[in-house]
Antibody
Framework: EVQLVESGGDLVQPGGSLRLSCAAS????????MSWVRQAPGKGLEWVTN????????YYVDSVKGRFTISRDNAKNSLYLQMNSLGVGDTAVYYC?????????WGQGTLVTVSS | QSVLTQPPSVSGAPGQRVTISCTGS?????????VHWYQQLPGTAPKLLIY???NRPSGVPDRFSGSKSGTSGSLAITGLQAEDEAVYYC???????????FGGGTNLTVL
């Protein structure tokens, strides 16, 4: 059974940093593109970033370019999202999702709250 | 303002058929990008419902179907059931943005 478990969400002050993790199991992690998708409270879904199987290609939504960095460790079956210079607009549930062009499995999400 | 446009809400009685539209542009659906659909039940993570325009993952009932034409996609649900009450999102790939884009979501109410 495919499982994606996010962690690392927290309350952080504006301008702060946070690192999210996603532990994958039940499938061959290294052969899939992986993505992060977020959902602000009461709002819709927003794709944030994705990463190729070997980490050689990464893409970001304009609003996070230069602030967020996606990475992966195939030996640990793990996906990461380093978030810097956080603003209140980054407050959301962050989902780890399998896939690059569509997302066939999702984690339960981890809540990031940016507030003073 | 979402790149893909969906109606905010639709409704139907049990047993009826409803459709949800997803309108894009020449930089996404119209450029040949596929349309995918997700169902999000209250308080849960999204679930893939239809992928690559008209394909159902294992376990998704055949009451759900998708189509694509021109710059739009569509999700049809037949034989509506109370358990279908959820928010439905369409998603595609935008070549100008070099990334995925979602519709704003459609809240389905079963009357």
């Amino acid at each position: 059974e495919v499982q994606l478990v996010e962690s690392g969400g927290d309350l952080v002050q504006p301008g702060g940093s946070l690192r999210l993790s996603c532990a994958a199991s039940g499938f061959s992690f290294s052969i899939y593109w992986m993505s992060w998708v977020r959902q602000a409270p009461g709002k819709g879904l927003e794709w944030v970033t994705n990463i190729k199987q070997d980490g050689s290609q990464k893409y970001y939504v304009d609003s996070v370019k230069g602030r967020f960095t996606i990475s992966r460790d195939n030996a640990k079956n793990s996906l990461y999202l380093q978030m810097n210079s956080l603003g209140v607009g980054d407050t959301a549930v962050y989902y780890c999702a399998r896939g690059g062009r569509h997302f066939d499995s999702w984690g339960q999400g981890t809540l990031v709250t940016v507030s003073s | 303002q979402s790149v893909l446009t969906q109606p905010p809400s639709v409704s139907g009685a049990p047993g009826q058929r409803v459709t949800i539209s997803c309108t894009g542009s020449s930089s996404n659906i119209g450029a040949g990008s596929d349309v995918h659909w997700y169902q999000q039940l209250p308080g849960t993570a999204p679930k893939l419902l239809i992928y690559i325009n008209n394909n159902r993952p294992s376990g998704v009932p055949d009451r759900f179907s998708g189509s694509k034409s021109g710059t739009s996609g569509s999700l049809a649900i037949t034989g509506l059931q109370a358990e279908d009450e959820a928010v439905y999102y369409c998603q595609s790939y935008d070549i100008s943005l070099s990334g995925s884009v979602f519709g704003g979501g459609t809240n389905l109410t079963v009357l």
